[in-house]
Protein backbone atom coordinates (compact mmCIF):
# COMPACT_ATOMS: atom_id res chain seq x y z
CA UNK A 1 0.00 0.00 0.00
CA UNK A 2 1.41 3.20 -0.84
CA UNK A 3 1.63 5.63 1.64
CA UNK A 4 -0.27 8.14 1.21
CA UNK A 5 -3.16 5.49 1.24
CA UNK A 6 -1.62 4.49 4.15
CA UNK A 7 -1.94 7.10 5.84
CA UNK A 8 -5.30 8.42 4.21
CA UNK A 9 -7.15 4.62 5.64
CA UNK A 10 -5.80 5.15 9.46
CA UNK A 11 -7.84 8.28 9.14
CA UNK A 12 -4.85 11.08 9.79
CA UNK A 13 -6.54 13.48 7.23
CA UNK A 14 -5.13 17.07 8.78
CA UNK A 15 -2.70 17.62 10.93
CA UNK A 16 -0.62 20.66 12.41
CA UNK A 17 2.31 21.64 13.27
CA UNK A 18 2.92 23.86 16.89
CA UNK A 19 6.24 26.06 17.17
CA UNK A 20 6.58 29.26 19.20
CA UNK A 21 8.85 29.88 15.91
CA UNK A 22 5.53 30.53 13.88
CA UNK A 23 4.88 33.28 16.52
CA UNK A 24 5.51 36.72 14.77
CA UNK A 25 6.18 39.00 17.82
CA UNK A 26 8.73 37.97 20.89
CA UNK A 27 6.96 37.88 24.04
CA UNK A 28 8.36 40.11 26.48
CA UNK A 29 9.44 37.33 28.95
CA UNK A 30 11.48 36.32 26.42
CA UNK A 31 13.71 39.14 26.65
CA UNK A 32 13.46 40.47 29.70
CA UNK A 33 17.16 39.85 30.79
CA UNK A 34 18.36 40.72 27.83
CA UNK A 35 21.73 42.72 28.35
CA UNK A 36 21.00 44.81 25.80
CA UNK A 37 18.03 46.71 27.57
CA UNK A 38 20.15 49.14 29.28
CA UNK A 39 22.19 50.21 26.31
CA UNK A 40 18.82 50.63 24.55
CA UNK A 41 17.40 53.19 27.19
CA UNK A 42 20.46 55.24 27.45
CA UNK A 43 20.25 55.93 23.80
CA UNK A 44 16.98 56.94 23.65
CA UNK A 45 17.21 59.82 26.33
CA UNK A 46 16.65 63.24 24.75
CA UNK A 47 16.31 63.76 21.21
CA UNK A 48 16.23 60.14 20.09
CA UNK A 49 13.40 59.58 22.09
CA UNK A 50 10.73 60.99 19.94
CA UNK A 51 12.27 58.08 17.04
CA UNK A 52 9.98 56.05 19.63
CA UNK A 53 7.32 58.29 20.61
CA UNK A 54 6.38 58.53 16.79
CA UNK A 55 5.07 55.23 16.58
CA UNK A 56 4.00 54.67 20.66
CA UNK A 57 3.31 58.45 21.96
CA UNK A 58 2.93 57.39 25.26
CA UNK A 59 6.65 56.16 25.36
CA UNK A 60 8.53 57.20 29.09
CA UNK A 61 12.46 56.25 29.26
CA UNK A 62 12.66 57.09 32.38
CA UNK A 63 10.24 53.78 33.17
CA UNK A 64 12.29 51.31 31.50
CA UNK A 65 11.72 48.28 34.54
CA UNK A 66 7.64 48.34 33.57
CA UNK A 67 8.34 49.07 30.16
CA UNK A 68 10.71 45.70 29.77
CA UNK A 69 7.80 43.78 31.25
CA UNK A 70 5.02 45.61 28.65
CA UNK A 71 3.92 43.81 26.16
CA UNK A 72 2.22 46.41 23.89
CA UNK A 73 5.90 48.16 24.53
CA UNK A 74 7.66 44.79 23.25
CA UNK A 75 5.29 44.44 20.08
CA UNK A 76 5.43 47.94 19.17
CA UNK A 77 9.44 48.00 19.14
CA UNK A 78 8.91 44.56 16.54
CA UNK A 79 7.23 45.63 14.35
CA UNK A 80 8.84 48.68 14.08
CA UNK A 81 12.61 47.59 14.70
CA UNK A 82 13.69 48.07 10.99
CA UNK A 83 13.66 51.91 11.85
CA UNK A 84 15.16 51.89 14.95
CA UNK A 85 18.06 49.31 14.35
CA UNK A 86 20.47 51.39 15.61
CA UNK A 87 18.85 51.86 18.83
CA UNK A 88 18.06 48.25 19.57
CA UNK A 89 21.77 47.21 19.11
CA UNK A 90 21.62 43.72 19.66
CA UNK A 91 18.15 43.29 21.87
CA UNK A 92 16.75 41.17 19.08
CA UNK A 93 19.60 39.26 17.89
CA UNK A 94 19.54 36.13 20.33
CA UNK A 95 15.96 35.84 19.34
CA UNK A 96 15.97 36.66 15.52
CA UNK A 97 19.08 34.00 15.17
CA UNK A 98 17.42 31.66 17.45
CA UNK A 99 14.33 31.78 14.93
CA UNK A 100 16.36 31.88 11.89
CA UNK A 101 18.00 28.47 13.10
CA UNK A 102 14.39 26.65 13.82
CA UNK A 103 13.22 27.51 10.19
CA UNK A 104 14.58 25.01 8.23
CA UNK A 105 13.47 22.28 10.90
CA UNK A 106 9.71 23.37 10.34
CA UNK A 107 10.26 23.81 6.46
CA UNK A 108 11.63 20.00 6.68
CA UNK A 109 8.62 19.10 8.92
CA UNK A 110 5.79 20.94 6.27
CA UNK A 111 7.48 18.74 3.66
CA UNK A 112 7.26 15.41 5.56
CA UNK A 113 3.26 16.15 5.95
CA UNK A 114 3.03 17.47 2.30
CA UNK A 115 4.83 14.08 0.59
CA UNK A 116 1.98 12.21 2.46
CA UNK A 117 -0.32 14.23 1.30
CA UNK A 118 -1.87 15.58 4.96
CA UNK A 119 -3.48 18.79 4.85
CA UNK A 120 -1.83 21.15 7.78
CA UNK A 121 -1.64 24.61 9.36
CA UNK A 122 0.85 26.20 11.35
CA UNK A 123 0.60 27.61 14.91
CA UNK A 124 2.42 29.16 17.56
CA UNK A 125 1.50 29.59 21.04
CA UNK A 126 -1.70 29.89 20.50
CA UNK A 127 -2.88 26.67 18.79
CA UNK A 128 -5.58 25.14 21.60
CA UNK A 129 -8.63 25.57 19.24
CA UNK A 130 -7.29 24.13 16.02
CA UNK A 131 -5.87 21.34 18.06
CA UNK A 132 -9.40 20.26 19.22
CA UNK A 133 -9.98 18.67 15.71
CA UNK A 134 -6.79 17.75 14.17
CA UNK A 135 -5.83 14.14 13.75
CA UNK A 136 -1.78 14.56 13.91
CA UNK A 137 -0.19 17.52 16.19
CA UNK A 138 3.21 17.73 15.14
CA UNK A 139 4.43 20.11 18.47
CA UNK A 140 7.44 21.24 19.97
CA UNK A 141 8.28 20.40 23.13
CA UNK A 142 9.36 24.07 24.61
CA UNK A 143 7.21 26.56 23.18
CA UNK A 144 9.52 29.43 24.20
CA UNK A 145 12.99 30.66 23.07
CA UNK A 146 14.86 30.02 26.96
CA UNK A 147 13.91 26.66 26.56
CA UNK A 148 12.97 26.81 30.40
CA UNK A 149 10.23 24.03 32.41
CA UNK A 150 7.77 27.27 31.96
CA UNK A 151 8.25 26.66 28.49
CA UNK A 152 7.59 23.40 28.58
CA UNK A 153 4.86 23.04 31.30
CA UNK A 154 2.83 25.66 28.57
CA UNK A 155 2.83 23.35 25.81
CA UNK A 156 1.85 20.21 27.93
CA UNK A 157 -0.76 21.97 29.84
CA UNK A 158 -2.13 23.73 26.23
CA UNK A 159 -1.98 19.82 24.82
CA UNK A 160 -3.93 18.85 27.52
CA UNK A 161 -6.58 21.44 27.20
CA UNK A 162 -7.04 20.31 23.40
CA UNK A 163 -7.17 16.84 24.01
CA UNK A 164 -9.79 17.35 26.96
CA UNK A 165 -11.96 19.21 24.63
CA UNK A 166 -11.67 16.45 22.07
CA UNK A 167 -14.99 14.59 21.35
CA UNK A 168 -13.65 11.45 19.26
CA UNK A 169 -10.35 9.17 19.40
CA UNK A 170 -6.89 11.00 20.74
CA UNK A 171 -4.67 12.16 17.98
CA UNK A 172 -1.14 10.98 17.25
CA UNK A 173 1.51 12.67 18.25
CA UNK A 174 4.90 13.80 16.88
CA UNK A 175 7.20 15.28 19.42
CA UNK A 176 10.54 17.93 18.42
CA UNK A 177 12.94 19.41 20.26
CA UNK A 178 16.31 20.80 19.48
CA UNK A 179 18.20 19.32 22.50
CA UNK A 180 20.10 16.55 22.05
CA UNK A 181 19.03 14.79 25.57
CA UNK A 182 15.11 14.22 24.61
CA UNK A 183 14.36 10.88 25.66
CA UNK A 184 14.02 10.96 29.19
CA UNK A 185 11.57 14.51 28.70
CA UNK A 186 9.91 13.28 25.94
CA UNK A 187 8.90 10.19 28.45
CA UNK A 188 7.81 12.67 30.78
CA UNK A 189 5.99 14.53 28.55
CA UNK A 190 4.16 11.27 27.46
CA UNK A 191 2.91 10.60 30.81
CA UNK A 192 2.06 14.34 31.74
CA UNK A 193 -0.09 14.16 28.55
CA UNK A 194 -1.28 10.92 28.95
CA UNK A 195 -0.39 9.12 26.07
CA UNK A 196 0.18 5.45 25.03
CA UNK A 197 3.68 5.09 23.54
CA UNK A 198 1.79 3.55 20.27
CA UNK A 199 -0.19 7.20 19.40
CA UNK A 200 3.30 9.06 20.31
CA UNK A 201 6.72 9.73 18.63
CA UNK A 202 9.46 12.11 18.82
CA UNK A 203 12.32 13.48 17.40
CA UNK A 204 15.57 15.79 17.40
CA UNK A 205 14.59 18.72 15.33
CA UNK A 206 18.36 18.10 13.30
CA UNK A 207 17.05 14.97 12.13
CA UNK A 208 13.67 16.59 11.32
CA UNK A 209 16.08 17.11 7.84
CA UNK A 210 17.01 13.36 7.62
CA UNK A 211 15.26 12.06 4.58
CA UNK A 212 12.03 10.53 4.99
CA UNK A 213 12.81 10.92 8.63
CA UNK A 214 9.25 12.52 9.79
CA UNK A 215 7.45 10.20 7.15
CA UNK A 216 8.47 7.42 8.53
CA UNK A 217 7.44 8.38 12.15
CA UNK A 218 3.89 9.23 10.88
CA UNK A 219 3.33 5.87 8.98
CA UNK A 220 4.52 4.17 11.88
CA UNK A 221 1.60 6.14 13.97
CA UNK A 222 -0.04 5.07 11.12
CA UNK A 223 0.07 1.46 10.77
CA UNK A 224 -0.82 1.12 14.65
CA UNK A 225 -3.56 4.24 15.12
CA UNK A 226 -6.58 1.85 14.76
CA UNK A 227 -5.53 -0.65 17.49
CA UNK A 228 -3.80 2.92 19.29
CA UNK A 229 -6.95 4.24 19.50
CA UNK A 230 -8.69 1.33 20.75
CA UNK A 231 -6.36 0.95 24.31
CA UNK A 232 -6.94 4.59 24.56
CA UNK A 233 -10.74 4.53 24.18
CA UNK A 234 -10.53 1.41 26.92
CA UNK A 235 -8.47 3.33 28.91
CA UNK A 236 -10.14 6.55 29.03
CA UNK A 237 -13.74 4.62 29.38
CA UNK A 238 -12.32 2.89 32.25
CA UNK A 239 -10.98 5.92 34.02
CA UNK A 240 -14.60 7.89 33.47
CA UNK A 241 -16.54 5.23 34.53
CA UNK A 242 -14.12 3.99 37.55
CA UNK A 243 -15.09 7.79 38.69
CA UNK A 244 -18.79 7.51 37.73
CA UNK A 245 -18.51 3.88 40.04
CA UNK A 246 -16.89 5.76 42.82
CA UNK A 247 -19.69 7.90 43.06
CA UNK A 248 -22.22 5.27 42.79
CA UNK A 249 -20.60 2.43 45.63
CA UNK A 250 -20.13 5.62 48.02
CA UNK A 251 -23.68 5.86 47.38
CA UNK A 252 -24.82 3.02 47.99
CA UNK A 253 -22.56 2.48 50.94
CA UNK A 254 -24.15 5.77 52.67
CA UNK A 255 -27.24 3.24 53.24
CA UNK A 256 -24.87 1.79 55.46
CA UNK A 257 -24.86 3.38 58.82
CA UNK A 258 -23.44 3.28 62.04
CA UNK A 259 -26.39 1.01 63.66
CA UNK A 260 -25.81 -1.17 60.89
CA UNK A 261 -21.91 -1.95 62.05
CA UNK A 262 -22.80 -2.06 65.54
CA UNK A 263 -24.97 -5.14 63.88
CA UNK A 264 -22.42 -6.64 61.62
CA UNK A 265 -20.09 -6.32 64.01
CA UNK A 266 -22.49 -7.59 66.74
CA UNK A 267 -23.87 -10.52 64.80
CA UNK A 268 -20.98 -11.51 62.73
CA UNK A 269 -17.36 -9.63 63.16
CA UNK A 270 -17.43 -10.35 66.75
CA UNK A 271 -17.37 -14.63 65.91
CA UNK A 272 -14.72 -14.30 63.42
CA UNK A 273 -12.81 -12.15 65.06
CA UNK A 274 -12.22 -9.28 62.22
CA UNK A 275 -11.92 -5.55 62.81
CA UNK A 276 -14.84 -3.55 61.62
CA UNK A 277 -12.30 -1.31 59.76
CA UNK A 278 -10.48 -4.47 58.35
CA UNK A 279 -13.98 -5.64 56.84
CA UNK A 280 -15.87 -2.43 55.55
CA UNK A 281 -12.70 -2.05 53.40
CA UNK A 282 -13.22 -5.55 52.02
CA UNK A 283 -16.59 -4.70 51.41
CA UNK A 284 -16.19 -1.42 50.17
CA UNK A 285 -13.36 -2.63 47.57
CA UNK A 286 -15.92 -5.29 46.06
CA UNK A 287 -19.03 -3.14 45.70
CA UNK A 288 -16.21 -0.50 43.35
CA UNK A 289 -15.72 -3.72 41.74
CA UNK A 290 -19.19 -4.49 41.24
CA UNK A 291 -20.29 -0.32 40.01
CA UNK A 292 -16.96 -0.52 37.35
CA UNK A 293 -18.43 -4.12 35.94
CA UNK A 294 -21.86 -2.84 35.23
CA UNK A 295 -20.82 -0.32 32.77
CA UNK A 296 -21.52 -1.29 29.50
CA UNK A 297 -19.59 1.54 27.86
CA UNK A 298 -16.54 -0.25 29.51
CA UNK A 299 -17.40 -4.13 28.47
CA UNK A 300 -17.79 -2.08 24.77
CA UNK A 301 -14.53 -0.65 24.90
CA UNK A 302 -12.85 -3.87 26.38
CA UNK A 303 -14.10 -5.83 23.60
CA UNK A 304 -12.52 -3.50 20.71
CA UNK A 305 -9.10 -5.27 22.42
CA UNK A 306 -9.66 -8.31 21.03
CA UNK A 307 -9.95 -7.05 17.23
CA UNK A 308 -6.16 -5.80 17.58
CA UNK A 309 -4.00 -6.55 14.36
CA UNK A 310 -1.30 -9.10 14.73
CA UNK A 311 0.55 -7.48 12.07
CA UNK A 312 2.08 -5.61 11.20
CA UNK A 313 3.76 -5.70 15.03
CA UNK A 314 3.49 -2.83 17.01
CA UNK A 315 7.20 -1.00 17.56
CA UNK A 316 8.70 -1.20 21.08
CA UNK A 317 9.78 2.95 21.64
CA UNK A 318 8.47 3.11 25.09
CA UNK A 319 11.74 3.44 27.61
CA UNK A 320 9.42 3.35 30.63
CA UNK A 321 7.44 0.12 30.44
CA UNK A 322 7.40 -1.81 33.18
CA UNK A 323 5.27 -4.68 33.15
CA UNK A 324 6.81 -5.95 36.06
CA UNK A 325 4.61 -3.18 37.62
CA UNK A 326 2.07 -3.99 36.54
CA UNK A 327 1.84 -7.97 36.85
CA UNK A 328 2.82 -6.89 40.76
CA UNK A 329 0.14 -4.95 41.19
CA UNK A 330 -2.18 -7.90 39.99
CA UNK A 331 -0.56 -10.46 42.07
CA UNK A 332 -0.12 -8.69 45.53
CA UNK A 333 -2.44 -6.64 47.82
CA UNK A 334 -0.92 -3.44 48.65
CA UNK A 335 1.39 -3.09 51.15
CA UNK A 336 -0.44 -0.01 52.99
CA UNK A 337 -3.33 -1.96 52.90
CA UNK A 338 -1.80 -5.60 54.52
CA UNK A 339 -0.43 -3.27 56.91
CA UNK A 340 -3.73 -2.53 58.18
CA UNK A 341 -4.97 -4.37 61.47
CA UNK A 342 -7.45 -7.06 61.02
CA UNK A 343 -8.02 -8.06 64.42
CA UNK A 344 -7.42 -11.70 63.95
CA UNK A 345 -5.69 -13.70 66.17
CA UNK A 346 -2.50 -14.79 64.18
CA UNK A 347 -0.48 -12.14 62.39
CA UNK A 348 0.04 -13.67 59.57
CA UNK A 349 -3.06 -14.80 56.94
CA UNK A 350 -3.32 -16.88 54.29
CA UNK A 351 -1.35 -15.49 51.13
CA UNK A 352 1.34 -14.15 53.23
CA UNK A 353 4.62 -14.68 51.78
CA UNK A 354 7.32 -14.59 55.01
CA UNK A 355 10.89 -14.16 54.50
CA UNK A 356 13.87 -12.86 56.72
CA UNK A 357 14.05 -9.55 58.11
CA UNK A 358 16.45 -7.29 55.64
CA UNK A 359 19.03 -5.73 57.90
CA UNK A 360 18.89 -8.73 60.52
CA UNK A 361 21.41 -11.52 60.98
CA UNK A 362 20.07 -14.93 59.98
CA UNK A 363 20.58 -17.57 62.82
CA UNK A 364 21.74 -20.54 61.66
CA UNK A 365 19.45 -22.81 64.26
CA UNK A 366 16.11 -20.10 63.84
CA UNK A 367 13.47 -20.48 61.57
CA UNK A 368 15.20 -20.04 58.44
CA UNK A 369 18.13 -22.33 59.10
CA UNK A 370 20.84 -19.54 58.08
CA UNK A 371 19.21 -19.05 54.48
CA UNK A 372 18.58 -15.79 53.60
CA UNK A 373 16.30 -17.15 50.64
CA UNK A 374 14.37 -19.08 51.97
CA UNK A 375 11.03 -17.94 52.49
CA UNK A 376 7.52 -19.26 52.82
CA UNK A 377 3.59 -19.27 51.77
CA UNK A 378 0.49 -19.69 54.52
CA UNK A 379 -1.68 -21.73 53.06
CA UNK A 380 -3.91 -22.08 55.75
CA UNK A 381 -7.50 -20.84 55.04
CA UNK A 382 -7.97 -17.44 56.51
CA UNK A 383 -10.86 -17.60 58.49
CA UNK A 384 -9.03 -20.30 60.83
CA UNK A 385 -6.04 -17.82 61.19
CA UNK A 386 -8.98 -15.22 62.49
CA UNK A 387 -10.90 -16.97 65.40
CA UNK A 388 -9.34 -17.42 69.04
CA UNK A 389 -10.68 -20.85 68.34
CA UNK A 390 -9.43 -21.40 65.25
CA UNK A 391 -6.03 -23.45 64.25
CA UNK A 392 -3.18 -24.58 66.41
CA UNK A 393 -1.02 -24.57 63.84
CA UNK A 394 -0.49 -22.77 60.53
CA UNK A 395 0.43 -24.84 57.14
CA UNK A 396 3.50 -23.15 55.34
CA UNK A 397 4.84 -24.16 52.08
CA UNK A 398 8.67 -23.34 51.17
CA UNK A 399 10.33 -21.61 49.10
CA UNK A 400 13.52 -20.11 47.52
CA UNK A 401 14.24 -16.38 46.40
CA UNK A 402 16.03 -16.38 43.03
CA UNK A 403 17.19 -13.93 40.67
CA UNK A 404 14.03 -13.19 37.76
CA UNK A 405 14.40 -15.84 35.23
CA UNK A 406 11.77 -14.71 32.59
CA UNK A 407 12.05 -18.14 30.64
CA UNK A 408 10.92 -19.76 33.80
CA UNK A 409 7.12 -20.95 34.03
CA UNK A 410 5.06 -19.22 36.50
CA UNK A 411 2.24 -20.20 38.86
CA UNK A 412 -0.47 -22.07 36.54
CA UNK A 413 -0.78 -26.11 35.24
CA UNK A 414 2.92 -26.76 35.45
CA UNK A 415 4.46 -23.66 36.88
CA UNK A 416 5.47 -23.77 40.44
CA UNK A 417 7.53 -20.02 40.11
CA UNK A 418 6.10 -16.44 41.89
CA UNK A 419 7.27 -14.19 38.64
CA UNK A 420 7.74 -11.09 41.26
CA UNK A 421 8.53 -10.19 44.17
CA UNK A 422 9.62 -6.58 45.26
CA UNK A 423 11.50 -6.71 49.07
CA UNK A 424 11.02 -3.60 50.91
CA UNK A 425 9.70 -2.00 47.30
CA UNK A 426 13.36 -2.11 46.00
CA UNK A 427 15.09 -5.07 44.60
CA UNK A 428 12.97 -7.87 42.63
CA UNK A 429 12.91 -11.43 42.96
CA UNK A 430 10.99 -14.39 41.94
CA UNK A 431 9.89 -17.32 44.19
CA UNK A 432 9.86 -20.76 43.47
CA UNK A 433 7.98 -23.28 45.77
CA UNK A 434 8.84 -26.35 46.73
CA UNK A 435 5.67 -28.66 47.75
CA UNK A 436 7.21 -31.29 49.03
CA UNK A 437 8.78 -28.99 51.59
CA UNK A 438 5.30 -28.46 53.58
CA UNK A 439 6.35 -26.74 57.50
CA UNK A 440 3.95 -26.14 60.43
CA UNK A 441 4.32 -23.30 62.76
CA UNK A 442 2.17 -22.51 65.91
CA UNK A 443 0.78 -19.48 67.15
CA UNK A 444 3.42 -18.60 69.55
CA UNK A 445 6.22 -18.71 67.37
CA UNK A 446 4.32 -16.78 64.49
CA UNK A 447 4.20 -14.02 66.75
CA UNK A 448 7.64 -14.04 68.17
CA UNK A 449 9.55 -14.04 64.68
CA UNK A 450 6.50 -10.95 63.54
CA UNK A 451 7.44 -9.38 66.60
CA UNK A 452 8.40 -6.04 65.93
CA UNK A 453 12.39 -7.02 65.98
CA UNK A 454 11.51 -10.20 65.04
CA UNK A 455 13.68 -12.42 62.72
CA UNK A 456 10.91 -12.34 59.86
CA UNK A 457 8.82 -9.47 58.23
CA UNK A 458 5.67 -9.96 55.91
CA UNK A 459 7.26 -9.71 52.44
CA UNK A 460 3.82 -9.51 50.61
CA UNK A 461 0.87 -10.88 50.43
CA UNK A 462 -0.44 -12.89 47.46
CA UNK A 463 -4.12 -11.73 45.83
CA UNK A 464 -7.14 -14.26 46.38
CA UNK A 465 -6.78 -16.05 43.52
CA UNK A 466 -3.04 -15.95 43.00
CA UNK A 467 -2.79 -17.50 46.35
CA UNK A 468 -5.40 -20.18 45.54
CA UNK A 469 -3.64 -21.08 42.74
CA UNK A 470 -0.46 -21.33 44.36
CA UNK A 471 -2.40 -24.22 46.83
CA UNK A 472 -3.94 -25.88 43.86
CA UNK A 473 -0.50 -26.89 43.24
CA UNK A 474 -0.57 -28.98 45.85
CA UNK A 475 -3.01 -31.39 44.70
CA UNK A 476 -5.66 -30.82 47.02
CA UNK A 477 -3.12 -31.79 50.18
CA UNK A 478 -4.40 -28.91 51.54
CA UNK A 479 -8.02 -28.52 52.40
CA UNK A 480 -11.28 -26.03 52.33
CA UNK A 481 -10.84 -22.29 51.00
CA UNK A 482 -10.79 -19.81 53.00
CA UNK A 483 -13.44 -17.13 51.77
CA UNK A 484 -14.66 -13.45 52.44
CA UNK A 485 -17.51 -14.31 55.20
CA UNK A 486 -20.92 -13.21 53.79
CA UNK A 487 -22.46 -9.89 55.09
CA UNK A 488 -25.41 -10.88 57.28
CA UNK A 489 -28.98 -11.02 55.33
CA UNK A 490 -31.35 -8.52 55.94
CA UNK A 491 -34.78 -8.01 54.46
CA UNK A 492 -37.14 -4.88 55.06
CA UNK A 493 -40.70 -5.10 56.62
CA UNK A 494 -43.77 -2.72 57.33
CA UNK A 495 -45.61 -3.52 60.40
CA UNK A 496 -49.09 -2.06 61.42
CA UNK A 497 -49.52 -1.83 65.16
CA UNK A 498 -53.04 -3.58 66.81
CA UNK A 499 -54.06 -3.39 70.28
CA UNK A 500 -56.88 -5.55 72.43
CA UNK A 501 -59.58 -2.54 73.12
CA UNK A 502 -62.06 -2.89 76.54
CA UNK A 503 -64.32 -4.36 74.47
CA UNK A 504 -62.10 -7.02 73.22
CA UNK A 505 -61.99 -6.00 69.92
CA UNK A 506 -58.74 -5.62 67.98
CA UNK A 507 -58.05 -1.13 67.33
CA UNK A 508 -54.94 -0.35 65.37
CA UNK A 509 -53.09 2.63 66.66
CA UNK A 510 -53.29 5.63 65.20
CA UNK A 511 -50.79 7.42 63.41
CA UNK A 512 -50.34 10.49 61.74
CA UNK A 513 -51.21 10.54 57.94
CA UNK A 514 -49.27 9.04 55.01
CA UNK A 515 -46.88 7.58 58.24
CA UNK A 516 -45.74 3.82 57.42
CA UNK A 517 -43.67 2.03 60.09
CA UNK A 518 -40.88 0.38 58.42
CA UNK A 519 -37.76 -1.64 59.71
CA UNK A 520 -35.07 -3.92 58.58
CA UNK A 521 -34.59 -7.40 59.58
CA UNK A 522 -31.15 -8.68 60.09
CA UNK A 523 -30.45 -12.86 59.87
CA UNK A 524 -27.14 -14.06 60.55
CA UNK A 525 -25.57 -16.75 59.89
CA UNK A 526 -27.01 -19.43 61.27
CA UNK A 527 -30.36 -17.92 60.28
CA UNK A 528 -32.64 -19.29 62.90
CA UNK A 529 -33.11 -16.47 64.41
CA UNK A 530 -33.92 -12.36 63.27
CA UNK A 531 -34.02 -8.74 65.12
CA UNK A 532 -35.97 -6.86 63.53
CA UNK A 533 -35.54 -3.24 63.96
CA UNK A 534 -37.88 -0.04 63.28
CA UNK A 535 -36.46 2.65 61.14
CA UNK A 536 -35.81 5.53 62.92
CA UNK A 537 -37.42 7.87 60.47
CA UNK A 538 -40.78 7.02 61.87
CA UNK A 539 -39.25 7.42 65.93
CA UNK A 540 -41.27 10.23 66.83
CA UNK A 541 -44.44 9.39 65.10
CA UNK A 542 -44.05 6.17 66.42
CA UNK A 543 -42.94 7.36 70.33
CA UNK A 544 -45.76 9.73 69.91
CA UNK A 545 -48.65 7.32 69.57
CA UNK A 546 -48.14 5.11 71.86
CA UNK A 547 -47.07 7.55 74.80
CA UNK A 548 -51.00 8.75 73.58
CA UNK A 549 -52.55 5.79 73.91
CA UNK A 550 -54.82 6.01 76.65
CA UNK A 551 -54.13 2.53 78.99
CA UNK A 552 -57.88 2.80 80.35
CA UNK A 553 -58.99 1.76 76.44
CA UNK A 554 -56.96 -1.01 76.76
CA UNK A 555 -58.14 -4.52 77.75
CA UNK A 556 -56.90 -5.33 81.38
CA UNK A 557 -54.80 -8.36 80.91
CA UNK A 558 -52.49 -6.08 77.94
CA UNK A 559 -52.02 -2.94 80.39
CA UNK A 560 -49.19 -4.30 82.14
CA UNK A 561 -47.36 -4.76 78.90
CA UNK A 562 -48.45 -1.11 77.29
CA UNK A 563 -47.33 0.26 80.47
CA UNK A 564 -43.98 -1.31 80.35
CA UNK A 565 -43.62 -0.33 76.60
CA UNK A 566 -44.10 3.16 77.33
CA UNK A 567 -41.22 3.84 78.72
CA UNK A 568 -38.84 6.04 76.69
CA UNK A 569 -35.38 3.89 77.41
CA UNK A 570 -37.74 0.99 76.06
CA UNK A 571 -39.29 2.82 73.44
CA UNK A 572 -35.87 3.61 71.95
CA UNK A 573 -35.03 -0.17 72.01
CA UNK A 574 -37.50 -0.28 69.21
CA UNK A 575 -35.11 1.62 66.82
CA UNK A 576 -31.52 0.28 68.25
CA UNK A 577 -31.25 -2.98 69.33
CA UNK A 578 -34.64 -3.57 68.07
CA UNK A 579 -36.80 -7.27 68.91
CA UNK A 580 -34.53 -9.93 69.85
CA UNK A 581 -34.80 -13.32 68.82
CA UNK A 582 -37.54 -13.55 66.51
CA UNK A 583 -37.83 -17.24 65.31
CA UNK A 584 -37.65 -17.59 61.30
CA UNK A 585 -39.69 -18.29 59.48
CA UNK A 586 -42.01 -15.69 60.62
CA UNK A 587 -45.07 -17.51 60.42
CA UNK A 588 -46.51 -18.23 64.08
CA UNK A 589 -47.51 -15.66 66.84
CA UNK A 590 -44.64 -15.21 68.84
CA UNK A 591 -43.44 -12.89 71.86
CA UNK A 592 -41.91 -9.30 70.84
CA UNK A 593 -39.00 -9.07 73.12
CA UNK A 594 -36.12 -6.32 73.69
CA UNK A 595 -33.08 -6.27 75.64
CA UNK A 596 -33.07 -6.33 79.14
CA UNK A 597 -32.21 -3.05 80.83
CA UNK A 598 -28.12 -3.11 80.82
CA UNK A 599 -27.84 -6.15 78.53
CA UNK A 600 -24.99 -6.05 76.30
CA UNK A 601 -25.83 -7.24 72.13
CA UNK A 602 -24.89 -10.60 71.92
CA UNK A 603 -21.61 -12.17 71.05
CA UNK A 604 -22.81 -14.87 69.62
CA UNK A 605 -25.55 -16.11 67.33
CA UNK A 606 -26.16 -19.19 69.00
CA UNK A 607 -27.08 -17.70 72.52
CA UNK A 608 -30.04 -16.12 72.83
CA UNK A 609 -29.78 -13.13 75.09
CA UNK A 610 -31.60 -11.75 78.61
CA UNK A 611 -35.06 -10.32 76.96
CA UNK A 612 -38.49 -8.97 78.49
CA UNK A 613 -41.86 -9.08 76.68
CA UNK A 614 -43.38 -5.91 75.70
CA UNK A 615 -45.97 -7.45 73.40
CA UNK A 616 -46.77 -9.90 69.98
CA UNK A 617 -45.19 -10.19 66.75
CA UNK A 618 -48.11 -11.56 64.25
CA UNK A 619 -47.80 -11.90 60.36
CA UNK A 620 -51.86 -13.63 59.19
CA UNK A 621 -54.71 -11.26 58.95
CA UNK A 622 -55.98 -13.65 61.34
CA UNK A 623 -54.34 -12.95 64.19
CA UNK A 624 -57.15 -12.54 66.61
CA UNK A 625 -58.09 -16.05 66.04
CA UNK A 626 -53.99 -17.28 65.97
CA UNK A 627 -53.80 -15.96 69.18
CA UNK A 628 -57.24 -16.91 70.88
CA UNK A 629 -57.18 -16.13 74.48
CA UNK A 630 -53.97 -14.65 74.86
CA UNK A 631 -55.15 -12.09 72.73
CA UNK A 632 -56.60 -10.15 75.90
CA UNK A 633 -53.21 -10.03 77.20
CA UNK A 634 -50.49 -9.19 74.50
CA UNK A 635 -49.86 -5.77 74.76
CA UNK A 636 -49.11 -4.05 71.61
CA UNK A 637 -49.31 -6.49 68.69
CA UNK A 638 -47.17 -5.94 65.91
CA UNK A 639 -48.01 -7.25 62.19
CA UNK A 640 -45.35 -7.95 60.45
CA UNK A 641 -45.66 -7.99 56.47
CA UNK A 642 -42.15 -8.99 54.73
CA UNK A 643 -41.50 -7.26 51.47
CA UNK A 644 -40.69 -10.48 49.48
CA UNK A 645 -38.74 -8.50 46.69
CA UNK A 646 -36.40 -6.72 49.11
CA UNK A 647 -35.41 -10.22 50.75
CA UNK A 648 -31.50 -10.23 50.99
Known amino acids: ?278 YMLDVFDRVLQYEIEAHSEVLKAAILLDEMADDPPPLMISNDRDTYAILERTLFVNPNRRSHATGAVWPITFGDIIGPRVGTAIKPRGFFAGQNDLVFFVASPECDLIRTDGLKTVLLIAGKLEEVDMAKPVLGVSGNTTPVLSIDGGRRYQVTWDFGDLRTMNLSRAKNLLKTNGDAVVLGRLRDISALGLRQQLLGNVGRVGEMAPLPRSFRFTADIYYAHQDQTERQLALPAGVVLRGNALVPRKAKSATLIFDSSCENELTTAILGLDVATVSDGSKALLNKLKEQTRLRKLFRSGFQWISLPLKDPQPAELLQDGEPLPEKDDKKPKVEKVGMIVTQPNFVEQLGTNFRKSGLIFKIVVDETLVG
Not at 132 to 156: H, N
Open 1 to 278: MKDKKLVEKAGITSAIIVDDGYDEDPLYHELIDEDGWDIFFDDVQGAASSRIEAFLPEFDPSARDELKSDQKFIDALWRNREDIRDLLGGLFDDYEQKAADNAPFLTAAEDALTALGIPYTTHGRDFVNDAVDADLIVIDLFLGIQQGAEDRQLTVDRLKCAIDQRKGALPSIVLMSQIPTIDDLAKEFRSDVKLHASAFRYVRKPDLQTPGRVQGLILTLAAHRRDSQALSTFVETWEQKAQDAVGKAASALRKIDIDDLQHIRTMLLRFEGVNTSS
